[in-house]
């Protein structure tokens, strides 16, 4: 069976975006680009909401044609188009890019998306990302921790949810001092 992961980075004091949704503070660079599109070229899909898909989209589709794109950059260009979206939102029509528009976290159609084949699903956005947490539906956790304290802004834990046990699989700690996390449920 396939698992929700949530992969995110965020600051050192817990935020996945400044006040204002910004994310200007991460720091990927060459290294860490290259090990996200590892990562992510063996997931099966990535579960996004609107916002994080308009971001997305707005930017990916053509990066690889920038003759200035790095080789990570313009690879993950080709890796994100290609890639299976399930995007959850109530109000966008159209999704392109090989997605679909999913309306409502439905734990029950969250379970039979993980039953289907194919690789690991990445759920991403903070506020997609609060609804799995609130449902209890994330399985593992790849969270990268950026080596900067931003002050405020939206936490990758809102406050309100019961102890959730986990395992660490492991760390690593990039060249620009990055520290990825990864947890399992047990």
Known sequence: MRKIILMMSMSLDGFIEGPE?????????????RH??????RLGGF????VTYEL????????????AASGPVAEFA?????????????????ADWNSTIVRDVVPAEV?????????????????LAAAFLRHDLVDAYRIYVHPVRIGGGTPLFPPGYA????????????????????????
Not at 36 to 41: Q, S, T, V, Y
Not at 56 to 67: I, Y
Request: aromatic share 10%; glycine share 10%; proline share 8%.
């Open 21 to 33: 949704r910004q994310i200007d503070w991460h720091l990927v660079d060459d290294e860490l680009h």
């Open 36 to 41: 996200f599109n590892d990562e992510i070229r």
């Open 47 to 50: 579960l996004t909401g609107r």
């Open 56 to 67: 997305m989209a707005g930017f990916w589709p053509t990066a690889d044609a920038d003759p």
């Open 78 to 94: 080709g890796i994100w188009r290609d890639m299976p979206k399930y995007v959850y939102s109530r109000t966008l029509r159209r």
């Open 111 to 127: 379970a039979a998306l993980k039953s289907a084949p194919g690789g690991d699903l990445s759920v991403g956005g903070a506020d």
């Open 163 to 186: 102890p959730t046990p986990l395992r660490l699989e492991g760390t690593r700690t990039f060249g620009n001092g990055v520290v990825q996390l990864r947890y399992e449920r047990p």
